[in-house]
Structure formats: C-alpha cells, structure tokens
C-alpha cells in the first residue's frame, strides 16, 4: 500500500503534466481532487476488502502528479516571479502539515470507533476511520471544483504572461539545459534518501539498541517533519528576499549533512532527534527552491512539466533505495529475532554510509549550476 504512491507515479507523471500544461490548473488539478475524493471514499467503504482497498489506493495514487506537477504552475500564474519560491514553499508546507496531520490523528480517529473499554485496534474500527477521511477527502474535491481558477484576470509579471511550450518540445528543451541536469540528478539522489530513510527509520533505530516499534522511530520521524515545515517556510522567503536560488540549494545540500551523518553515526535519543530535525529542515527546505529553480532554468518549457520530471526522479530512486533495503532489512529482522542484538542490523550501515557520500556528490552538483537567470534579472 504504501509502495503504491511511487510506482503509480512512475506511470502517471507525464500524463499528469501534459493535461495540466495543455488544459490548464482547473483541469489538471480538479482530475486529483475528483480521484482523490471518489477513491477516498471507496477506500474507506470497501475497508473490509484488501483487493478493494488496494485498488482505491492505486487510484489514489494516480491523482498524486495532478496535485503534485502543478505547485510551479500556480506559482507561476499567480505570483510575480520573485514571490514563486515562497508560493512553492507554502504549497509544499501544507503537503507536510497533512502528513503531520495524519500521522497524529488516525490513531485517535480510529479509536473513537472502539467499543467502551477496548484499545485494540479492530477492522469496523479501521474502516471507520478511513470513511472519515473519506469524507475530508470529498469535502476538498467539492471546495477546489467549486472555487479554483487557472489564473488571475490580470498577470502578475510579462513572465507570467509569455507563451510555453508544448508538453514535448518542453522535454526536448528541458533535457539540453546543463543546470536542469544537475538539478535532476540531486533529486534523483536527494529524494530517494529521504523516502528510504523515512520509510526505515525503525529499523535504522533498531541497528542502534532501540525496540523495533517504540516511540522513539515515532518521534524522530514526527520531528523531521515539524522541522521541515518550518524549512519550507524560511528557506524560500530567503530566496525570494535575496534573490537567490542557487546560493541558497547549496546551502541546503551542505546543511543536510551534519542531519544525515547524525541519523548514521550518533546513538543518543537526544542526539538523534538534534539530526533528524537539521536533515528535516535542509531537505524540505530545498525542496521549494528547487522545484522553482527547476521552472525558470528550463523556461519557457511548461512548469508541471519540469516539477513532474525533477519528482519523478526522485520517485524512481526511491523505489530503487527502498527495495534495496527492504532485501537487507528482511535479513536484518530475522538476525534480530534469532540474536535478539544490535549489531545484526549492521547490513544497513553501508547504505547510511553510501547517503552521505551521496549527499556530498549533491553538493558538488549544486555548486556546478549556474545561478537561474529570470531571478538574476528580477534582481537587476
């Protein structure tokens, strides 16, 4: 189920982006709401069913890129080009909080459905949770049907108003700038890290003595998220402020590194929550940058289009890191049962290893790219 999200992008991105491009943000965005509210819905109501709710997730997943490939595409419709980073980061500062949301209430929501007395989750329980969200999901289908525009009456900057490619020619001109390159091969490093590492930080805690499923993998994982929140708001308004986008990537790629050597090396509750919270704040932080980066280094090719190619390179190193893993973690959980010790989930340490030779490549990469010229411009 949760593997679901990265494999369906893998097919539906280019997709996504071409009908946001070609048919505009009421569209391409409202297909993710219908998706979203419909399957949400389905989910929870077939909840009994795994076959039922796999296939509502799957569909679910489907509407991710529409929602997604179109962040830079609001910001640059909406916004004057020296507010897109800070718009960016607002939209990406809501997909986080949803997490947060998420991770905190669909315990308590569930539970509401428990008979008197009784803490064990059950499946009418589960069920009823997932109608509730069910519910939220139709709600914000009907609000974005109902009340979003492609774009304000008036453009906010010439930029804003230039013509775009074509979804074809865009990729076509997207893969011969340099900078755009560079920029998909850290995310292609950068966000594969980050969904392994998120998706194992239990076992990762496991290698280091903590209890498999304790509260401690719960907080490191909710900390780096309040911490990337916090990230998504400050980096971009700095970008936008200095006009920078460049200077600012790169003080992120370095930023994350102290976070990750941390997550590998440190064995403290204390220490490790100090980490998980600066890996959290540099790599969300980055994010917004760049994917704004991303649409004027590659401009005038459409702005899902280069989002929805710098995410899906993501997505497919996650996969691949993720697999990877989940090989050695299988091993790992089996030593641990029969030695009931840590050293037995060693096999993981070469990957947190590899993460931050990984982490310095990006560094590399993000002091080879030339500054983005709309913003040196807006700055002139």
Not at 189 to 216: C, P, Q, S
Request: with cysteine.
């Amino acid at each position: 189920l949760s593997m679901s999200f990265m494999l369906v992008y893998l097919v539906m991105s280019v997709p996504a982006s071409y009908i946001i491009g070609r048919y505009g943000i009421r569209i391409g965005v409202g297909i993710g709401a219908v998706l979203t509210g419909v399957f949400g819905y389905v989910r929870g109501m077939a909840g009994e069913s795994y076959a039922a709710v796999c296939l509502a997730q799957f569909a679910l997943a489907a509407a991710q890129p529409f929602i997604m490939n179109a962040i830079t595409k609001v910001a640059a419709e909406w916004f004057p080009i020296n507010e897109r980073a800070t718009a960016s980061g607002i939209t990406a500062l809501f997909q986080f909080i949803g997490i947060i949301v998420a991770m905190a209430a669909t315990r308590p929501i569930a539970e509401m459905f428990l008979p008197a007395g009784s803490t064990a989750l059950t499946l009418p329980a589960m069920k009823s949770m997932l109608i509730v969200y069910g519910y939220v999901s139709i709600v914000a289908a009907v609000l974005f049907i109902l009340f979003a525009r492609d774009k304000p009456p008036t453009p906010p900057d010439a930029e804003s108003a230039e013509a775009r490619y074509g979804m074809f020619d865009g990729l076509r001109h997207l893969f011969r700038q340099r900078d755009m390159i560079f920029l998909l091969l850290i995310f292609f490093i950068g966000l594969g890290m980050f969904n392994a590492i998120t998706t194992f930080v239990d076992l990762i805690l496991a290698g280091k003595g903590y209890r498999a499923g304790g509260h401690e993998a719960g907080d490191i994982g909710a900390l780096m998220m309040v911490a990337g929140v916090l990230g998504a708001i400050v980096v971009p308004i700095f970008s936008d402020r200095f006009r920078k986008r460049k200077l600012f990537l790169v003080i992120c790629m370095l930023g994350l590194i102290p976070g990750l050597a941390g997550l590998t090396f440190a064995s403290s509750y204390g220490l490790l929550l100090i980490a998980s919270g600066i890996f959290g704040f540099f790599f969300m932080g980055a994010a917004p940058i760049g994917y704004q980066y991303a649409a004027e280094v590659s401009h005038p090719a459409p702005e899902s289009t280069s989002q929805g190619m710098i995410v899906l390179s993501g997505q497919v190193s996650g996969t691949i890191f993720i697999t990877l893993m989940a090989i050695l973690g299988h091993v790992t959980i089996e030593a641990m049962a029969d030695a009931n010790r840590a050293e037995s989930t060693i096999t993981l340490t070469p990957f947190m290893v590899g993460f931050i030779a990984l982490a310095v490549v990006n560094v590399v990469l993000s002091c080879l790219m030339k500054e983005s010229a709309l913003i040196k411009e807006e700055a002139a």
